[in-house]
Structures are given as C-alpha cells and as structure tokens.
C-alpha cells in the first residue's frame, strides 16, 4: 500500500469517526430547548417539566426558552438555522411544523427540509363542545339541528386559521352540516360566549372544556381524534359517529435542525418514553387533558411519518376553510 493510498485510508476512517466522537461527546455544555410560544400554555408546561428531566439523564443544563412570534415561526426559524450539534432543540407543534406551511406565505423556514424529528411527545385532541343545558344530547343531533334551520347553528373557534378552525371546517364537510363559524381572537373570549348563549357549540382543545365539565357547566358531544381519549373514554369521535375525515388534532414533539448526528437523535428519542412516564410529569399533563405519547410513538420514523399525515389532512382542512397564504 503506498504512502498517499494509506493517508488516504486513514482521512477516510477518521472521517467516519468523526460524527460518532462527536456524538460521544455531547452533550459538553448547556441544551437550549426552544419553546415557540409564549408562557402558560400545555406546549410550555410540557416543555419546562420535560427539560429538568432530560438535564438529569444528559448531565448538563437542559434550558427552556420562549422565542415567541408569528404562530411559531419566529422560534422555528431559529431553530432550523441553528449549528446541528445536538445543543440547540425545539418542542414543536402542529403550528410550527405543519400548519405554518400552509397558511404564511413566505416562510422564512422549511420545517421538512430543515427540522429532523426526534419524537412525538403529546397529542390533544379537540372536541365539539356545547353547554349543559343545550337540547342536542348527540353530535347527530346537532348537525340535524343545523340542517333543519340553516345557518342557526354557530361554532366558535380561537380564530381564522387555527386548529380549531380547521377541525371545524373538516367536520361540516363530513356531515354536510352548514353550522357558521364564529372567529374569536383565542379560546378564552370563546367560552363566556358559548355559556352566554351568544353561540350554538365550540371546537375547543379538550383541556379548556375538561374544566367546565367537571364543574357541570359544558357537555361533549364528539373528539376529533382517531381513537377515543382514555381520558374521556365514553366519548365517541366524529369518525365513529359517521363523519369521516373529521380528524384533526394538536400535538407537540422533540425536533432538532437538521443535520444533527444521528446518535444524538436516537438517544434524546430513547430517554423520552422514561421521562414522559415520570409521575409528576405524567399527573400534570393528563390533568391537563393531554394525551402523552408512548413507544413507538417517541421514535424518529414515527413521528416524521406522523408529520407528513398531519399535512396533507392540514392541507385539505385549509383548502376547505378557504385559507390564503397571508
């Protein structure tokens, strides 16, 4: 073997060992865990019970930080053009990573070319929602209400766009209903509406309804979901119910920029299912109405072939909702 093929070989196997030290090596400082939403919500209670979590199995500071804006864009796109050494990461969501391709024109970011799917972590679903006292005891009987009197049956939604809105129109189009969507800027103003009597029903997330529920204020009537929720296990989704194609859900999973070593994915996707089953963390978040993901679910192959089913059921709700490119 002469001099220049020898060097050669060795660049070669250094060069393949390269990735596998340097995944060996992480993480060798502090994780920024970015969560593209403000405060408060389920993506951020998640996240800052998850980050503590992961810190103690990885041996160094796992941070969560809010990089709010444009439905998720702003952190996204922070993410995406972030050096993919595994020290930067993003909990994603339906918005971020699906719905923001659909619905803003210009994206500064490629969520399937520049984000690499770790794991799912959460699912929570949506249901149709109406107050206690309202005569439709079924989801049957409400869209037959609807078709008896056109245009007399309201829904609200957190506004033009979101899921809600989107569960929303792929519903009337399974049941052929024609309830009118009534827009509100976000959940909260919605639900003093709807116990007002201001509006006939709500496609609300199920951990806003969950409350009034319990306190005997609100009925369920369906879930958007593809399975019925353990949470509400009687519940029937709006497949089950005749109206298929109704299935449009909020989820939130573990991404990284694309590029990361692969060691480095296949090991924060091992340790989800053992953190997500932590008590403390488990209690919170199903008090929450949330749904945590479970193996096979965590895994890379699965949630990107969960992303890719999200967007086209995504596309076909905009297209149904009317939605423009803004």
């Known amino acids: 073997m002469t001099a220049l093929t020898r060097r050669g070989l060795l660049a070669s196997i250094a060069a393949m060992q390269a990735p596998r030290a340097q995944a060996e090596a992480w993480p060798d400082r502090p994780v920024r865990l970015v969560i593209p939403f403000p405060p408060g919500g389920n993506i951020d209670i998640l996240t800052r019970l998850l980050a503590p979590l992961l810190s ?22 922070m993410v995406a053009n972030s050096r993919p050494d595994g020290h930067t990461l993003m909990m994603g969501s339906n918005g971020s990573l699906v719905g923001n391709v659909l619905t803003q024109a210009n994206l500064p970011y490629d969520p399937f070319r520049q984000l690499q799917p770790i794991g799912l972590c959460a699912v929570l679903p949506m249901v149709v929602a109406v107050r206690a ?17 056109p245009g007399a049956i309201s829904c609200g939604t957190a506004g033009i766009g979101s899921s809600n809105h989107l569960a929303l129109a792929l519903f009337d189009a399974a049941s052929g209903a024609g309830i009118t969507h009534v827009p509100y800027r976000g959940s909260g103003p919605m ?26 204020r609100l009925r369920l009537l369906a879930l958007t979901a593809e399975q019925r929720s353990a949470l509400v296990p009687e519940l029937p989704t ?65 949630f990107a072939a969960f992303l890719r089913a999200d967007l086209e059921r995504t596309r076909r709700a905009v297209q149904l909702a009317g939605i423009r490119p803004e």
Do not use: W
């Open 56 to 77: 103690a199995r990885l041996g160094q500071p796992v941070v969560a930080e809010n990089r709010t804006g444009a439905g998720g864009a702003l952190g996204a796109e």
């Open 191 to 216: 639900m003093p509406d709807l116990l007002a009597g201001n509006v006939s029903c709500l496609m609300e997330q199920i951990s806003g309804a969950l409350p009034l529920v319990r306190e005997g």
């Open 238 to 302: 709006l497949i089950e119910s005749g109206y298929n194609g109704a299935v449009l859900f909020s989820y939130n999973g573990l991404c990284a920029p694309t590029g990361t070593p692969d060691a480095v994915i296949q090991r924060l996707s091992a340790l989800l299912p053992e953190c997500l089953a932590t008590p403390a963390l488990h209690e919170r978040m199903t008090g929450l109405g949330v749904e945590l993901a479970r193996p096979p679910q965590t895994t890379p192959a699965y």
């Open 133 to 149: 006292d309202h005569p439709a005891q079924t989801v049957q009987q409400l869209v037959a209400m609807a078709k008896a009197r």
